[in-house]
C-alpha cells in the first residue's frame, strides 16, 4: 500500500513546486508532475501512468480536485476506475477522501463547481472576443494566402497544382479560393 501524488498545471510557464512539496509533506512516495490542461483527458501522460500502475489499497493524492479533472465527466470516470481497483483518493486542500461517504459526496459537490468554473472562463473569453470584434480591435488571424496572386495566375491560364506551388501553399486552398471566387460571380 503505497502513496503517490499527481501535480498538474495548464501551461508550461506555471510552477509545479508549491503542489510536489505539499504532496510530499502529505506523504507521498512518488510524485508525478505535469504542465498539460486538464480540461481534457487527452495527452495526460503522468496521469495516465498513474492510473495503470496503482494497486488496490494504494492512495492517489492531489492538492485541489481541479488537478485532477477539469469536468464532471472525467472526474467521474477518474474516480470509478479508481474504486474499481479498490485505490482511495485524496485532496489535500479539501476535505476529499473517498473511503469516507462524506468525502465522497464532498467530491461530487465540487466537481460539479470545477466545471462550472471552467464554463463560466470560456464564456468569458467569449463574451471579450464578440465585445473585441464589435469594437474592431478583434479581427482575427490575417489571411495568410495572397488572394490577388491566386487570382491573377489562374487569369493566366496556370491550373491549381502549379499555382500552390509556386505560392507554396496548398492546392485545396487555391480550389477554395477560386470556388468561392465563381460563385460569387454567378450570384451577380
Excluded: W
Excluded at 46 to 70: K, N, Q, S, Y
Amino acid at each position: 500500500m503505497a502513496t503517490y501524488g499527481y501535480a498538474r498545471v495548464s501551461t508550461a510557464d506555471q510552477d509545479l513546486t508549491i503542489q510536489q512539496d505539499a504532496l510530499k509533506a502529505a506523504g507521498c512516495d512518488v510524485v508525478r508532475a505535469e504542465k498539460v490542461s486538464g480540461t481534457s483527458r487527452t495527452g495526460r501522460v503522468e496521469l495516465d501512468t498513474l492510473l495503470v500502475f496503482l494497486r488496490p489499497g494504494d492512495t492517489l493524492v492531489v492538492t485541489r480536485i481541479d488537478r485532477l479533472a477539469r469536468s464532471v465527466k472525467d472526474l467521474q470516470d477518474i474516480v470509478h476506475d479508481l474504486r474499481n481497483k479498490g485505490v482511495a483518493l485524496r485532496v489535500t486542500e479539501q476535505p476529499i477522501d473517498t473511503s469516507t461517504a462524506a468525502g465522497k459526496a464532498f467530491l461530487d459537490m465540487l466537481s460539479v463547481f470545477a466545471e462550472f468554473e471552467t464554463n463560466l472562463r470560456k464564456e468569458r473569453q467569449r463574451e471579450g472576443i464578440a465585445k473585441a470584434k464589435a469594437e474592431g480591435i478583434y479581427v482575427g488571424r490575417k489571411p495568410s494566402i495572397d488572394a490577388s496572386q491566386v487570382r491573377r495566375l489562374a487569369l493566366q491560364g496556370i491550373g491549381a497544382t502549379e499555382i500552390a506551388d509556386r505560392l507554396e501553399i496548398a492546392r485545396a486552398s487555391v480550389y477554395r479560393l477560386l470556388k468561392i471566387d465563381s460563385l460569387s460571380v454567378g450570384a451577380e
